[in-house]
């Protein structure tokens, strides 16, 4: 079975602060993993997506995240926030077993609040 | 590509009483899949579909849940004898394979 950790439910920082959010997964197969963001009453919308290769991969908005196998995390990154990158944000696994569906096992998710 | 859609947005209803939502996919994509969200969780996996064969169910997905895909375009979920617990977003998602996952705006079921 698979699992997401996000670690801490909320996080703030200031505009042009550097915004991190913690992720770590379990799973018994290689996994690919994902970040989404959800704004209020909105669905989910990719930001990014680690599958296989490359171990930093970026995405959309300025977000990167780095797959560490080792440590079985893939925290996100953003070098300086905005006031629009406030939102919520799930870490998801699924895995490279074809015939699984690639289902996503979710986080709790990060609410993020970028204040001035 | 008009995205996922989910109708309606919004719908209240008494207990007891049955309730039906749809989702349309982007249109070249032959997995459709269903998610329910509560408050301050992340989506929960409910069934996927491949064309118009449901493949998975989650053990979430009680006797009372019943989702179909008719010629694997369009999906419906429904949910008979609604419980005060079923309040939640529902979600529906489409890729096409193993391709990242688009989801739609969701339906939120409020239960009086």
């Known amino acids: 079975a698979q699992s997401v950790t996000q670690l801490g439910s909320h996080v703030s920082v200031s505009e042009g602060a550097l915004v991190l959010l913690r992720c770590n997964y379990s799973?018994?197969?290689?996994?690919?993993l994902f970040w989404y963001v959800q704004y209020p009453n909105q669905g989910l919308q990719l930001l990014l997506k680690?599958?296989?290769?490359?171990?930093l991969v970026k995405g959309i908005n300025g977000f990167e995240a780095e797959f560490k196998k080792s440590e079985t995390s893939f925290h996100l990154t953003k070098p300086s926030a905005h006031m629009s990158d406030a939102a919520e944000y799930f870490c998801?696994?699924?895995?490279?077993?074809?015939?699984?569906?690639?289902?996503?096992?979710f986080g709790t998710g990060t609410q993020l609040k970028v204040e001035l | 590509d008009t995205g996922v859609s989910q109708n309606p947005r919004h719908k209240i209803t008494k207990r007891g009483q049955n309730v039906t939502f749809r989702c349309d996919p982007i249109?070249?994509?032959?997995?459709l899949y269903w998610y329910r969200q509560t408050l301050g969780q992340g989506p929960e996996f409910l069934t996927y579909?491949?064309?118009?064969?449901?493949?998975?169910k989650s053990r979430l997905l009680s006797d009372r849940f019943s989702a179909e895909r008719p010629k694997g375009s369009f999906s419906t979920l429904e949910i008979q004898r609604t419980e005060q617990g079923d309040s939640a977003m529902y979600l529906c998602?489409?890729?096409?394979?193993?391709?990242?996952?688009?989801f739609g705006d969701g339906t939120r079921l409020s239960i009086l």
């Open positions: 998602a489409s890729s096409q394979g193993v391709q990242p996952q688009h």
């Open positions: 799973s018994s197969v290689p996994p690919y």
């Open positions: 680690y599958t296989t290769g490359a171990t």
């Open positions: 998801a696994v699924s895995d490279q077993v074809t015939g699984g569906g690639n289902k996503l096992t």
């Open positions: 249109s070249e994509h032959n997995r």
């Open positions: 579909f491949q064309n118009e064969a449901q493949l998975e």
